[in-house]
């Protein structure tokens, strides 16, 4: 993106329409990722033999968790083409992806049609699908940071996790229509597809949008870099402090944003034993919420620094963990269901609007992408991806009170990286891009 010979106008309205233009593309592959989970509920029936409810969610849960394995994948190649051959081109194939992924999903037969076909189709469309997000989040956060003003950066990359939040919405609120107009039979047996058929169409709107962006100024600056620096492991390497206080800071959070949002729905089915719409209007409304706070959340690092938000989330986190779920998972009441959830995604607001940056501030241009990309999409297949599957385990063997204290524990640990870390905000390598 040249920007020395445009007027500061022109500018802000390049920028504006570059952030509004990568954030609805991330919404739409988002939406596409956790369709998946916000309809486990209604089709894990269709593609494993019948059993127990938990078992099958199991099942479920267990192919999530797959799909995360491919997030590093992802995240590599992705991130490598990012840094070598641009963002806006890296964004473009992510999203085609997903849309493939999505397709498939939405016209595989049932198990009952054809057997142990079934779920092996299933675990090859969110083995796709897993590649795709793993390499949209680190290019999506590295192209909102590059684009973003200086001392608005905290408040714009933000919009990431709005847009993310704003997926998962979307997928609740399909489901809530859903459950409105067909009744739950027929949600079992067909009424499932109806997103996977909603998200591949939206991929061809992401498509389009993300055809118009504009190149970052920071990849236009390096594009003429030797390739052996672009983009490449061995010169990812150089950066092991980067690279560890990725892993470190994304440990306890991602963790707890997968328990408060994608895990959640089924929580309040399966052990505070609300109905499914109930859970799925509760979910609802605690996301719009938790999405709406994070422009706030970030626009507050901007004035007092990123640190202090992270310390903050690692310190109620670590306390509040164990007794929240606690008296969540005892409540009979949907208002007090409600406020807990509330509460939590208040807490874990202090890691979500600010991660983004935080990654991005840490790396220079020719490895952003990769490094904001791959050490993350690591941490998450471990900790964020196997939350459902960890959770939903302990409680099958009658321990479910072990995991509130693993991600409490997990929450420790990144807040002993927070309280070791300098604050990004300051020592930014973004500001050596102008």
């Not at 079992?188 to 997103?195: A, L, M, S, V």
């Amino acid at each position: 993106m040249q920007t020395n010979s445009l007027s500061p106008e022109k500018i802000s309205s390049r920028r504006l329409k570059a952030i509004f233009g990568g954030s609805i593309g991330n919404l739409v592959e988002w939406y596409d990722w956790y369709a998946y989970s916000a309809f486990a509920l209604y089709f894990s029936a269709s593609f494993f033999p019948e059993g127990n409810k938990t078992a099958q969610l199991l099942n479920t849960a267990g192919i999530f968790a797959l799909g995360f394995l491919m997030r590093p994948i992802g995240g590599w190649i992705f991130g490598r083409i990012a840094d070598k051959v641009g963002r806006k081109q890296s964004m473009t194939l992510s999203v085609l992806l997903m849309s493939f992924g999505s397709l498939l999903i939405a016209f595989i037969p049932t198990y009952q049609a054809i057997g142990i076909i079934a779920p092996l189709v299933l675990l090859l469309a969110r083995l796709l699908q897993g590649l795709s997000v793993g390499g949209e989040y680190g290019v999506s956060a590295t192209y909102l940071s590059e684009m973003a003003s200086k001392n608005r950066r905290g408040f714009y990359s933000s919009f990431q996790y709005v847009t993310l939040i704003g997926g998962q919405l979307f997928a609740l609120g399909i489901q809530l229509i859903l459950q409105k107009v067909l009744t739950d039979a027929e949600l079992h047996e067909w009424g499932w597809r109806i997103p996977f058929v909603i998200g591949a169409i939206l991929s061809l709107v992401a498509l389009y949008l993300r055809s118009t962006l504009y190149e970052t100024k920071a990849f236009e600056t390096h594009k003429n870099m030797s390739d052996e620096r672009k983009g490449t492991i061995r010169e990812l390497l150089k950066h092991p402090k980067a690279l560890m206080t990725v892993v470190g800071l994304t440990l306890g959070g991602t963790l707890a944003f997968y328990t408060y949002t994608t895990y959640m729905q089924k929580f309040l089915v399966n052990t505070v034993n609300l109905s499914k719409a109930e859970s799925t209007l509760i979910s609802f409304i605690s996301m719009l919420i938790f999405a709406l706070i994070q422009p706030v959340f970030g626009a507050l690092s901007d004035r007092i620094g990123r640190r202090p938000l992270l310390i903050s989330f690692g310190v109620l986190g670590t306390i509040c963990t164990v007794p929240l779920l606690t008296a969540l998972s005892h409540t009979t009441s949907q208002y007090t269901a409600f406020f807990l959830l509330l509460a939590g995604l208040f807490i874990v607001s202090g890691y979500t609007s600010i991660n983004a940056i935080v990654k991005a501030e840490l790396f220079p241009a020719e490895v952003r992408a990769l490094g904001v990309g791959l050490p993350y999409a690591l941490t998450v297949a471990i900790f964020g991806g196997t939350a459902e599957y960890v959770a939903l385990y302990l409680k099958d063997i009658g321990h479910e009170s072990y995991f509130y204290w693993y991600i409490s524990g997990c929450i420790f640990l990144s807040l002993l990286v927070y309280v070791g870390m300098r604050d990004t905000r300051e020592t930014s390598l973004l500001e050596k891009e102008g």
